[in-house]
């Protein structure tokens, strides 16, 4: 059964603080990452995909780390709308499917003025 | 924009009484999946469909089912609902599973339907 682990938190960080938090996936041949952004109540929507290179968005970051089989993500100058539970998301190696689908329990981040 | 759309927000059944949720998505998606979210458990996958007539297990298919007679609507029906079913159910969809093909297998989610079984 392939994972993703993620450490639940929650992470209380003060406002305009830089934060930061790990997935990490146990699929060797996972192709795709992504992070989700969820909200109290709301469903799951993409915030970034995640490039092997590492790519940024604005104040946000995400990095790949194949040979430790990682994901990270930075928020930088973290606004109270920051707030919400950050689902890391990794794609199999193996044609997709249910195989290929693997949500991390996520991450809850609380921003505090 | 990519729109999911869930058919209720909210509902209340009775034990035993067979449920249907629905999922329209309006972008010629291949893929749609029914997920259930539970506190502490994260989304659990039940089943999914990469085509028309085409349904496959998720990882916790035990009490549902699934239809898919148009691309565009993929329905989860619970047979005869129990307490344990009470859930917020999540239904997505994607352009291709294939996760070689940048972008395509990215999951667009329906609002959610919070579903309570007495």
């Known amino acids: 059964r392939k994972e993703v682990e993620q450490d639940p938190g929650p992470f209380n960080v003060p406002e305009g603080a830089t934060v930061a938090f790990n997935c990490t996936y146990s699929n060797s041949a996972s192709q795709s990452f992504f992070w989700y952004r969820q909200d109290c109540r709301k469903e799951p929507k993409l915030l970034m995909s995640?490039?092997?290179s590492g790519n940024e968005d604005g104040r946000f970051t995400a990095q790949l780390n194949r040979a430790s089989q990682y994901i990270s993500l930075l928020i930088r100058d973290s606004k109270l709308s920051d707030s919400a539970t950050y689902l890391c998301?990794?794609?199999?190696?193996?044609?997709?499917?249910?195989?290929?689908?693997?949500f991390g329990k996520g991450t809850h981040l609380i921003i505090q003025p | 924009d990519v729109k999911v759309t869930q058919s209720s927000r909210y509902l209340v059944k009775r034990t035993g009484e067979k449920v249907f949720l629905e999922c329209v998505q309006d972008?010629?998606?291949?893929?749609m999946f029914w997920y259930r979210q539970d506190p502490g458990l994260g989304l659990r996958l039940i089943y999914f469909s990469y085509d028309v007539k085409m349904k496959e297990k998720g990882d916790i298919p035990e009490g549902y089912s699934v239809s898919r007679e148009k691309k565009e609507r993929f329905s989860l029906i619970l047979e005869s609902a129990s307490t344990n079913q009470t859930s917020m159910y999540l239904c997505?969809?994607?352009?291709?599973?294939?996760?070689?093909?940048?972008?395509?297998?990215?999951?667009?989610f329906g609002a959610g339907t919070r579903l309570s079984v007495l």
């Open positions: 998301v990794v794609n199999g190696g193996e044609g997709g499917g249910a195989d290929g689908l693997t």
């Open positions: 972008m010629d998606h291949e893929n």
């Open positions: 997505a969809s994607s352009l291709d599973w294939t996760s070689g093909r940048a972008g395509k297998n990215i999951q667009y």
């Open positions: 995640v490039y092997s």
